[in-house]
């Protein structure tokens, strides 16, 4: 029964996985999109181009790396400019300190383009905004609230204080570095106000409104910018946009770092774990939860966890499997069941609601743990008031293996399952033995003569 359970449930969860993966792998292989400004007369290529990227995800260290390879890209490529199309609740603040760095010694022009209609720039986008040497904004959209809170998560008064000033310096100087209004983004963190396109424009917190990319190329075109190796005049009016999006490897580790994610491949690492105690050899299902386990705290490392969440996990899963070997009548099982709610609910350690876990993955993952393991509770001991309700007989004589050296304590294995085992004789493990007596759930044997 422990067996069967095992290995539906980690086929379907693999199935699960890997089935969004190769959709991913097949949309990753989708050809990439060129999008040309329209010209008079094209028998030519023209000769100027921009690089276009598409950011629509918190900022993590896996975001940070794709935008500050597209800078790389961009300047291998001598691109006019590097246009970052954004929509963004915010983020790390390790991640946006990277790209900050990174776009203030580029020596391509950055342009942050917060499009399209309906989207924002939140926390962490409000500072890469405010760096890039062109921020231009799509109708309604809007940009702001960058206090500590959204960024780090809840804080002690003291350190609230000494994390507001230290980002309240860096957007300020930030700010007049770019010739904006330092005023406006240093409250932008204190007060964690906010603007719209219009208020942006006019407050002289952004350069510019367009509709579209094609509008903001004209619009930018001859301006003068300051790059990592001094003045440079933008040539775009008749630029072809190069869309460089994200590849297979970028997708994948996106995916991964999403907090449901990594949540569930944590889960199913420990279940896969779990059954693997449960049925000793089985080897697959071992397997499969190292490697599950090993992806999860490649992206719990990635997000911002609260630790103690991550040991009420580990404890909840401990009791589940504590509730296999040892008989409490389902406590152990309602302790972990408990346990994992509580550590669920406090594993992400962050007030972005893009970087928290789901109630909608929460509560079936902790529903299916609890059911799981009350039914195979709830199995095992029928069995065994079976074994007993039949008599002892029906038991004694019956051989058995040794899974432990036994002396006053141990187990076997018998009939599919393990049992408690005394002998009044040194057994070693791996022996066949004889089952001379049964007291409840313990069995008394000897070795096979």
Same mark, same amino acid.
């Given at each position: ?141 809007? #940009? ?6 959204? #960024? ?79 003045? =440079? ?12 999006? #994200?590849?297979? =490897? ?89 346990? #994992? ?40 001991? =029928? ?58 759930? =313990? ?7």
């Amino acid at each position: 029964m422990r067996r069967t359970i095992a290995w539906l449930t980690i086929c379907f969860s693999l199935l699960f996985i890997l089935s969004g993966l190769t959709g991913l792998a097949l949309s990753a292989d989708q050809p990439k999109t060129e999008v040309s400004t329209p010209t008079a007369t094209a028998p030519a290529p023209p000769v100027h181009t921009v690089m276009l990227i598409k950011i629509d995800d918190p900022i993590t260290p896996t975001i940070a790396e794709f935008i500050m390879k597209s800078i790389d890209k961009a300047v291998k490529q001598n691109a006019e400019a590097l246009i970052i199309e954004m929509d963004t609740p915010g983020g790390l603040v390790e991640s946006t300190r990277e790209i900050i760095k990174k776009m203030l010694a580029s020596e391509v022009p950055t342009v942050v383009y917060v499009a399209p209609d309906g989207s924002r720039a939140a926390s962490a986008g409000v500072f890469i905004t405010l760096t890039a040497n062109i921020a231009a904004m799509a109708p309604n959209t809007r #940009m702001g609230s960058a206090s500590p809170v959204q #960024m780090e998560g809840k804080m002690d008064e003291t350190m609230a204080k000494k994390v507001t000033n230290d980002l309240a310096a860096m957007i300020r100087g930030i700010a007049e570095k770019r010739g904006r209004n330092a005023a406006w983004a240093e409250d932008a963190v204190r007060k964690s106000i906010s603007a719209t396109e219009t208020e942006a424009l006019k407050l002289g917190v952004i350069d510019l409104i367009a509709p579209d990319i094609a509008t903001l190329l004209k619009k930018i075109h001859g301006r003068t910018v300051d790059v990592a190796l001094g003045k =440079r005049t933008l040539n775009t009016a008749d630029a072809v946009v190069k869309e460089h999006a #994200m590849g297979f =490897r970028y997708k994948l580790l996106g995916i991964i770092s999403n907090p449901n994610i990594a949540y569930i491949l944590m889960i199913l690492g420990f279940y896969g774990l779990y059954f693997e105690l449960s049925n000793p050899g089985a080897i697959f299902p071992g397997v499969a939860g190292a490697i599950c386990l090993i992806l999860a705290f490649y992206a719990l490392q990635t997000l911002p966890i609260n630790y103690a969440g991550l040991m009420l996990i580990i404890l909840a899963i401990g009791l589940f499997i504590a509730e296999a070997f040892i008989t409490s009548h389902g406590v152990l099982g309602v302790g972990g069941a408990v346990a #994992m709610l509580f550590g669920s609910l406090m594993l992400i350690d962050s007030p972005e609601p893009s970087l928290q876990i789901s109630w909608a993955v929460i509560l079936p993952v902790v529903a299916a743990s609890a059911l799981l393991f009350i039914v195979t509770v709830t199995v095992a001991m =029928r069995a065994h008031r079976g074994k007993v309700d039949t008599g002892k007989e029906g038991l004694i004589g019956m051989h058995a293996e040794a899974k432990t050296e036994i002396g006053e304590d141990g187990q076997v294995f018998l009939r599919g399952e393990y049992w408690n085992a005394q002998s009044d004789e040194h057994i070693a493990k791996g022996e066949k033995v004889t089952v001379v007596a049964v007291d409840g759930l =313990r069995l008394k044997v000897r070795k096979v003569v």
